[in-house]
């Protein structure tokens, strides 16, 4: 079974780029389904899903590449 990633994991990930010196501010997110498709630029970052007893905690980034729903075209 796979293993779902965590913010907690991203964030460490990103921080020991920086401490290798990369700069952050111009690395582009992309993903890929699978290694024979195609990539696709992450454009948007929303919160997704929240605890199911409480709805007060935050369990779920979702990375998007088509927020127009969210955010208007115009801004995108």
């Known amino acids: 079974m796979k293993k779902q990633l965590t913010a907690q ?4 990930e ?11 501010s111009i690395i582009k ?3 890929k389904y699978d290694a024979d498709s195609d990539y696709e630029d992450i454009t948007f970052l929303s ?10 905690i935050l369990e779920e980034l979702v990375f998007m590449t088509d927020a127009s729903e969210y955010i208007g075209d115009e801004e995108l």
């Open 29 to 31: 997110l992309s993903y």
């Open 9 to 12: 994991w991203l964030l460490n």
């Open 47 to 56: 919160e997704g899903l929240y605890d199911a007893e409480t709805n007060n």
């Open 14 to 24: 990103l921080l020991d780029m920086k401490a290798k010196h990369y700069d952050l």
